[in-house]
């Protein structure tokens, strides 16, 4: 299987970077394919403009869904995101990395969906969800949170932890065909003893081992 990992989070000393060295060393372990987009590490510029398009169809008013049709029918994507997107073409399965930062994703990775989900490449009018062009092929995402399970459900303070992750799983992954498997959440692992995040690398791991066997919770099997 091959594997597209995005990971979002400025210190690779974190647990983020943990959890990410982790899915590398697992998946290849496990005979998988791993390509990877470190996007702090790349320096990834998230701003979703003219920049994207080595030409314009309109050089004198900016519609990015209108340049994204022209783009993908005339091959002329900047080289940064034609690369991602090549990646992204080839992944069977989809990992997001990163931190929940003001209940998102972070601005950097934010802005690889913006920029590398085009429309007339990545994803079609008129086709999406179950119709979507990666229907059939899998993602996960894999997160940290500031605060502990306790304040993640539709009473607490933070809210239900599905609704909050909607916009991600059901919104962009969903939306150009994934299949979404359950998330992997470590709640405030800056709060655990380093015997906690341990045992969490060693569950991680262990997950990863047989996630191509994994039945989605968003999506059907086909």
């Known amino acids: 299987m091959k594997v597209l990992i995005v990971y979002a989070h400025p210190e690779p000393q974190s647990f983020n970077g943990a959890l990410f060295d982790t899915a590398i060393d697992t998946l290849e372990a496990a005979g998988h394919t791993v390509m990877t987009s470190d996007l702090y590490a790349m320096g990834f510029d998230p701003v979703s403009d003219r920049r994207n398009f080595l030409d314009m169809g309109n050089p004198d008013y900016l519609s990015l869904r209108h340049e994204q049709l022209i783009a993908s029918e005339t091959d002329t994507f900047a080289a940064e995101i034609d690369g991602e997107m090549a990646k992204l073409e080839e992944a069977e399965l989809l990992l997001f ?8 994703m972070p601005a950097i990775l934010k802005g690889w969906v913006d920029r590398v989900f085009a429309l007339g490449r990545i994803h079609t009018p008129g086709y999406t969800h179950r119709e979507g062009r990666f229907a059939g092929r899998k993602a996960l995402l894999s997160l940290t949170t500031g605060e502990p399970a306790s304040a993640f459900h539709p009473d ?3 809210g ?3 609704t909050l992750l909607a916009p991600i799983a059901h919104g962009m992954l969903h939306y150009v065909g994934f299949d979404v498997l359950q998330p992997a959440i470590f709640h405030a692992p800056q709060q655990v003893a380093e015997a906690v995040r341990d045992q969490w ?6 997950r990863l081992t047989t996630v191509e066997l994994e039945t989605p919770v968003i999506g059907a099997t086909r």
């Open 201 to 206: 690398l060693n569950e991680w791991a262990a």
């Open 156 to 158: 607490a303070p933070c």
């Open 97 to 104: 990395q990163f931190p929940l930062w003001w209940f998102g």
């Open 160 to 162: 239900d932890m599905d």
